[in-house]
């Protein structure tokens, strides 16, 4: 089983009308013109590349002050009914914003109990709050606990424009598992550049998974390799941040350059294994 647990249903119509979106694909020197024309494609990407489920994220700015992020909220309700038509090959992430005070907890009660959304994701860099923000996050991180859904957060630089790294430093999230040991947590992009911060928080937080999406296989830095071949090699989870970077490019590149490095059967627990168990399918 194959599982890309970062990916966006986003489409060149949707993707155009934002800003940061925008700044992004120049970040990746993307060409916005070969970006996906429908949401239906994710599908074929995935059976192209071999993938045999992804997790799609929500995404909610409604609520956040920067007139940047005005076109960038996903409703929850698309997403689900994106992930309806895929007969359970897609699996969908809620998102909420945290501006939104008590109305972002009863959108994600309401997310999980009326749409069937299966976790959260978090990009505090875009709504510009802290992740370790006691008074807006925390009162949703306590719902996820006890909810038992994971949070996929986004930690460390962003390709996204008009926001700042600071809100979201992987620093930030071991005060989150030390408050909510019990909360299944993703660290998307491994935090670079502090990829070591990182690792030293899966190390003492063994609910904490850690996403190698955004990054061809090819490029992921040295400091973590000791640990995705070694103790943390039951943590370490796939993902592509499609579009950005498309699946069947990263599983080219795997199978060449990453694959290769890896003792026996990590290649199955990072490409599929760990997500099993981290989404508890």
């Given at each position: 089983?194959?599982?890309?647990?970062?990916?966006?249903?986003?489409?060149r119509?949707?993707?155009?009308?934002?800003?940061?979106?925008?700044?992004?694909?120049d970040?990746?020197?993307?060409?916005?013109?070969?970006?996906?024309?429908?949401t239906d494609?994710?599908l074929d990407e995935?059976?192209?590349?071999?993938?045999?489920?992804?997790v799609?994220?929500?995404?909610?700015t409604s609520a956040?002050?920067s007139p940047?992020?005005r076109?960038?909220?996903?409703?929850?309700?698309?997403?689900?009914k994106i992930?309806s038509?895929?007969?359970?090959?897609?699996?969908?992430?809620?998102?909420v914003?945290?501006?939104?005070?008590?109305?972002?907890?009863?959108?994600?009660k309401r997310a999980?109990a009326?749409?069937?959304?299966?976790?959260?994701?978090?990009?505090?860099?875009?709504s510009?709050?802290?992740?370790?923000?006691?008074k807006?996050?925390?009162?949703i991180?306590?719902f996820?606990?006890?909810?038992?859904?994971?949070?996929?957060?986004?930690?460390?630089?962003t390709?996204?424009g008009?926001?700042?790294?600071?809100?979201?430093?992987?620093?930030?999230v071991d005060?989150?598992?030390?408050?909510?040991?019990?909360?299944r947590?993703?660290?998307?992009?491994?935090?670079?550049?502090w990829?070591?911060?990182?690792?030293?928080?899966?190390?003492r937080s063994?609910?904490?998974?850690?996403?190698?999406?955004?990054?061809?296989?090819?490029?992921?830095?040295?400091?973590?390799?000791?640990?995705?071949n070694?103790n943390l090699?039951?943590?370490?989870?796939?993902g592509?941040d499609?579009?950005?970077?498309?699946?069947?490019?990263?599983?080219?590149d795997?199978?060449?350059?990453?694959?290769?490095?890896?003792?026996?059967?990590v290649?199955d627990?990072?490409?599929g294994?760990?997500a099993?168990?981290?989404l508890?399918?």
């Amino acid at each position: 089983m194959i599982v890309d647990v970062h990916v966006h249903p986003w489409t060149r119509v949707f993707m155009k009308k934002n800003g940061p979106i925008v700044k992004a694909c120049d970040f990746f020197k993307l060409d916005m013109d070969k970006l996906p024309t429908s949401t239906d494609q994710i599908l074929d990407e995935m059976d192209e590349a071999g993938v045999d489920k992804a997790v799609i994220l929500g995404q909610d700015t409604s609520a956040t002050k920067s007139p940047a992020f005005r076109n960038y909220t996903l409703k929850n309700d698309d997403v689900a009914k994106i992930a309806s038509r895929s007969k359970d090959r897609l699996i969908p992430f809620a998102g909420v914003d945290p501006n939104a005070g008590r109305a972002a907890v009863r959108e994600l009660k309401r997310a999980v109990a009326s749409l069937g959304m299966r976790g959260l994701k978090v990009h505090s860099s875009a709504s510009s709050v802290y992740l370790n923000d006691r008074k807006l996050m925390f009162p949703i991180y306590e719902f996820c606990q006890d909810a038992g859904i994971p949070v996929l957060f986004h930690t460390g630089t962003t390709g996204l424009g008009d926001t700042e790294i600071r809100y979201s430093k992987p620093e930030l999230v071991d005060e989150v598992c030390q408050s909510f040991p019990d909360l299944r947590v993703v660290m998307a992009h491994f935090g670079w550049p502090w990829p070591e911060v990182t690792v030293a928080i899966a190390l003492r937080s063994p609910n904490v998974f850690i996403d190698v999406s955004g990054w061809k296989p090819r490029y992921l830095p040295t400091s973590i390799m000791p640990y995705l071949n070694g103790n943390l090699q039951d943590r370490f989870l796939f993902g592509t941040d499609y579009p950005m970077l498309r699946q069947k490019e990263w599983m080219d590149d795997f199978r060449q350059n990453l694959a290769p490095k890896l003792k026996p059967g990590v290649s199955d627990k990072l490409l599929g294994g760990n997500a099993m168990k981290m989404l508890r399918l």
